[in-house]
């Protein structure tokens, strides 16, 4: 069953935004924390940004701290990312991880995630 489907994903040129959404349906959504991790070719899986089951607190790497804006939509079970100031270097498969009640800096680790989406491409041109 898939609990988890991102959308919002595609081309843009440098500098540009776009918002990914990851639409959940996972009972446990409003005891989940929320993560978003992404993966260039070549590369591992890298965190991006985490969100805790209220929304009240948020995570960030901090290479895209200030440009990235995690949110979350609990009546549409719903997490957002708002990507603004693209850089090529940030084209990758971005993907969506639900973590039951997760907290804390624990967040960065792919580890404390129980469920991921299929991920939605990102291709930035410069």
């Known amino acids: 069953q898939v609990e988890l489907v991102e959308s919002g994903g595609g081309l843009v040129q440098a500098g540009g935004s776009l918002r990914l959404s990851c639409a959940a349906s996972?009972?446990?959504?409003?005891?989940?924390?929320m993560g978003w991790f992404r993966q260039a070719p070549g590369k591992e899986r890298e965190f991006v940004a985490a969100?805790?089951?209220?929304?009240?607190?948020?995570y960030y790497t901090d290479s895209m701290k200030g440009r990235f804006i995690i949110s979350r939509d609990n009546a549409k079970n719903t997490v957002y990312l708002r990507m603004n100031s693209l850089k090529p270097e940030d084209t990758a498969v971005y993907y969506c991880?639900?973590?039951?009640?997760?907290?804390?800096?624990?967040?960065?680790?792919?580890?404390?995630?129980?469920?991921w989406g299929q991920g939605t491409q990102v291709t930035v041109s410069s």
């Open positions: 996972r009972r446990t959504f409003n005891d989940d924390a």
């Open positions: 969100i805790t089951s209220s929304g009240s607190t948020t």
């Open positions: 991880a639900a973590a039951f009640r997760g907290y804390g800096l624990r967040l960065h680790n792919r580890g404390e995630y129980d469920s």
